[in-house]
């Protein structure tokens, strides 16, 4: 069976620090992979998408990237954090029938 | 893009009713999902209905593409059921759009 994970769960980090968050998924080949954002209390915003290796699309022009160095595995970065980054990062990859399944999150506090 | 609806945003029931959520979408989608968001933040994929009815359990979903939108229906509910309930459509080039969530609070 698949399986996504990420890590860290939570991260507090200051303001102009640098960030790497990862996710890798497990069980599948050549997955879509996702990375979103939720602020608290909200929905889900859309950051970064992936069909492939060194594919991505972004969504919202920020101070964020993402790379995709391997088939299973999609990075978050930054190279100097926001206070506005602060946030629940969501990833996700896309299975059967186009549904979407997700990781278990990594909340992050810049303060 | 596309703009999504959830109603209502909040939702307080007593265990044991039954509750309706709809999800309003502003294009045609080819891809609509239903997730439930529990208090950890774990966003679980309920449906996968972008037309049509289906069901599971005490949960099932109608879509009517043609008037853009689609109900949740929880049944029976459960202190379970509480957290975030989110509607996400997806029209073309792999990109979901989200709602703002129904917010149910299931007291015992």
């Known amino acids: 069976s698949q399986t996504i994970h990420q890590w860290p769960a939570t991260l507090v980090q200051p303001v102009g620090s640098p960030l790497s968050l990862e996710c890798t998924v497990e069980?599948?080949?050549?997955?879509?992979l996702y990375w979103y954002r939720q602020a608290a209390g909200r929905g889900l915003q859309l950051l970064f998408y992936s069909v492939g290796i060194g594919q991505i699309s972004s969504e919202v022009p920020q101070n964020l990237s993402a790379s995709r160095p391997q088939d299973r595995q999609f990075i978050l970065s930054s190279k100097k954090l926001l206070l506005s980054d602060s946030g629940f990062y969501l990833c996700a990859w896309q299975g059967l029938q186009e549904t979407q399944y997700f990781g278990p999150g990594t909340r992050l506090l810049v303060l | 893009g596309i703009q999504v609806e959830q109603s209502p945003p909040d939702l307080i029931l007593q265990e044991g009713a039954n509750s309706t959520l709809r999800c309003n979408f502003s294009?045609?989608?080819?891809?609509l999902q239903w997730f439930h968001q529990n208090p950890w933040g774990q966003l679980i994929n309920l449906f996968y209905?972008?037309?049509g009815t289906k069901q599971n359990g005490r949960l099932s979903a109608t879509t009517v593409a043609t008037e853009r939108y689609s109900l949740l229906y929880i049944s029976s509910s459960q202190t379970t059921d509480s957290g975030v309930y989110f509607c996400a459509v997806e029209k073309n080039f792999n990109k979901f759009y989200f709602g703002s969530g129904t917010k149910l609070n299931v007291k015992p």
């Open positions: 069980g599948t080949s050549n997955p879509n």
């Open positions: 294009d045609s989608v080819n891809n």
């Open positions: 209905i972008p037309s």
